[in-house]
């Protein structure tokens, strides 16, 4: 691979000839190689080596898929959507009795190892042995959504409906409105407004096909909780800014509006770093000299029961600043300026996008140069990509940014 040889970043006049060749510069230095497993999924990150192996990054996370396999949808590779839509679908087939068994009361959905499992071996689509918070809506719900957007170009079954019926059940069954879980960042369980979100999102997309009112109590809810996370009284679940509400807005378009515009207001205004955004104030995860703290294996295990273990880790205000959020908000600054054309929207889109160019390792990198981090985390006081990079969810969304905008400029 040659050095790139323009800036990595762009003017907010920039032209149609400057975004399309700033993105094929970096498909040529390998930033947006997704490897996949030989069934179409992706594994959460495509390190190699080392640490890496100790993380469980090279696990199948639905969520990331989900998101992967939409991002890959919408600039126009239908096949690998499809594919690594129709293996989670074959992974939920599998263990279908996870949904039954709950909507039939046989097992405790409260024991986050009976419901339907969020994390799992790609390869043989299998599940884990491992304790995990398997209790995250929004993962369910986001698959839901997918397969509903992807009905036509998937020819799902008769029994493969069936599978997403039991999941439109299954989510009555536990009543996701008000049910507590991990949603997004697998930590403390709580009423989010995220998870909520999300499988409103789900909801909605079936029911645009199938006969169905189950999204109504998740639009209750979030006509209450929003612009919040979660907003009950305990300290350990109660949280005013989460940067998960930005995926409301997109992909999921649950949320519009001023409400949108207050959500990204919150997350700019109160989570936004130099680095990258924080998911949230307070967030251990990767905080200051996490390597020197915690061993490779414990790092990426599951925190969701003892949670204030890892948060007297944290050093106010040095939390991880992650790469994911930067180019949400700028799809939705691009988003804005298709609607009303104002200039200061289409600033601001490029702002943004900017900053997710900005966060790319740089040449010279252990990761490689111009690779996708999942967070920049303080190391003896210098922010540095942490071990996961890169992140494929991470190259997803600033692809997609990218590709937004070459969308507006050729509509133009």
């Known amino acids: 691979m040659g050095k790139i040889s323009v800036p990595l970043s762009l003017k907010s006049d920039c ?14 230095q390998g930033t947006f190689r997704f490897p996949t497993l030989a069934n179409g999924l992706f594994s959460a990150a495509a390190g190699e080596g ?19 396999a939409h991002a890959h949808w919408q600039w126009g590779q239908t096949d690998k959507a499809v594919a690594a839509t129709k293996s989670l ?26 419901r339907p499992h969020i994390r799992f071996d790609g390869d043989h689509l299998s599940e884990l042995g491992e304790k995990w918070s398997h209790a995250q809506n929004d993962a369910i719900g986001a698959f839901l959504w997918l397969a509903s957007q992807l009905n036509d170009e998937c020819h799902w079954s008769d029994s493969e409906l069936e599978l997403l019926a039991d999941v439109v059940r299954y989510l009555a069954a536990i009543k996701y409105w008000d049910d507590e879980d991990s949603g997004h960042w697998e930590e403390v369980r709580k009423v989010a407004a995220s998870s909520i979100g999300v499988a409103t999102a789900g909801l909605e997309a079936w029911e645009t096909r199938f006969d169905s009112s189950t999204s109504k109590e998740g639009r209750r809810a979030l006509t209450t909780i929003l612009p919040s996370e979660c907003i009950q009284a305990d300290p350990q ?11 409301l807005i997109y992909p999921y378009r649950v949320v519009t509006g001023e409400m ?17 955004i924080r998911r949230y104030l307070g967030d251990s995860y990767w905080c200051a000299d996490y390597k020197e703290k915690l061993t490779a294996d414990v790092r990426t295990s599951d ?18 600043q992650w790469c994911l959020f930067d180019p949400i908000v700028s799809i939705h600054y691009g988003l804005r300026f298709e609607q009303g054309r104002d200039p200061g929207d289409r600033d601001r889109q490029i702002l943004h996008l900017n900053r997710s160019l900005s966060q790319l390792t740089a040449p010279g990198s252990r990761f490689g140069a111009y690779r996708c981090p999942e967070s920049y985390f303080s190391e003896r006081g210098c922010y540095v990509p942490n071990d996961i990079c890169p992140l494929l969810w991470t190259q997803a969304n600033l692809k997609l940014a990218l590709t937004h905008l070459i969308r507006e400029l050729r509509q133009s």
């Open 303 to 320: 925190f969701s029961d003892n949670l204030a273990d890892r948060d007297k880790l944290l050093e106010p205000g040095l939390e991880a």
């Open 15 to 28: 032209s149609l000839r400057d975004v399309t060749q700033l993105l094929e510069l970096l498909e040529d």
């Open 237 to 247: 679940k109660n949280r005013r800014y989460d940067s998960a509400l930005l995926f």
């Open 50 to 68: 080392g640490d890496f192996e100790l993380t469980g990054y090279r696990n199948v996370w639905v969520r990331d898929n989900v998101h992967i």
């Open 89 to 114: 679908m074959a992974f939920f087939k599998k263990y279908q009795h996870r949904f039954t068994d709950i909507i039939e009361g046989r097992v405790d959905p409260t024991d986050p190892m009976n």
């Open 260 to 276: 949108a515009d207050h959500i990204v207001a919150d997350v700019t205004g109160n989570l936004m770093g130099e680095h990258g």
